[in-house]
């Protein structure tokens, strides 16, 4: 068998052995759920800090969020995948928490701009981008936080679900409640908005030496 077939037969025994752990507690075994969304705890933060950025609130919207999955697990109907069920319900969580404590938030960069808008980027970030080997660098992460915490929620919330947790198109798509179309329009603005906040802030050897390629994805 091929490496190929082998990530597939692995993956698809995943998914069987979730499945049936889904059914278990369906079928009153509590104590399996903790094994259930193990794997997906720190998505479930992640997601939820990506929306309000603070550890203290998005730790508790993350346990809301899973006790939530808990007490409705008896309608999952595998309709989406669990993981993608489990990202929803904590992104909805952090949305509302965010309206309920925060509502005099002010507009962010690119906030309210319509799906049609279009975002320019800077000459300089255009045409050079943020070569993978900075971004592994602790001080460049940290800029990447700080840069992300700029942008406005609609395209925190798309970047991090795809090019930090690495979901699909269409699961970000499913867990937001958009269209695929949005998703990948959010997705490009939110990459070019974060080249040009961190462009000027890393040293320019790296950009004179790495040139841009249209499909680049200096991100994931």
Do not use: C
Not at 7 to 13: D, L, P, T
Not at 29 to 38: C, G, H, N, S
Not at 63 to 78: C, H, P, S, T, V
Not at 99 to 115: A, V
């Amino acid at each position: 068998m091929t490496e190929g077939g082998w990530a597939v037969k692995a993956a698809s025994g995943t998914e069987s052995q979730e499945q049936d752990l889904i059914r278990r507690v369906q079928n009153g075994e509590q104590d399996k759920f903790y094994e259930l969304i193990k794997p997906y705890a720190r998505r479930v933060y992640t997601a939820a800090y990506a929306i309000l950025r603070n550890p203290a609130d998005a730790e508790e919207v993350a346990q809301e969020a899973i006790l939530k999955a808990f007490a409705n697990l008896r309608q999952f109907r595998a309709e989406a995948r669990f993981s993608t069920w489990l990202i929803q319900i904590a992104v909805n969580e952090a949305r509302m928490r965010r309206r309920k404590d925060h509502p005099e938030i002010m507009q962010q960069i690119g906030e309210y701009e319509d799906e049609e808008g279009l975002y320019t980027p800077r000459e300089f970030a255009d045409w050079r981008e943020v070569p993978s080997e900075a971004l592994e660098r602790s001080e460049v992460r940290k800029m990447l936080l700080e840069a992300l915490a700029s942008l406005g929620a609609k395209y925190r919330e798309v970047f991090v679900l795809r090019d930090i947790q690495h979901m699909s198109i269409e699961e970000v798509a499913d867990a937001l409640g958009i269209s695929r179309a949005s998703v990948k329009t959010r997705l490009l603005r939110a990459r070019l908005m974060l080249r040009d906040l961190l462009a000027p802030r890393i040293a320019t050897d790296w950009f004179s030496r790495v040139p841009f390629h249209k499909g680049n994805k200096p991100w994931s």
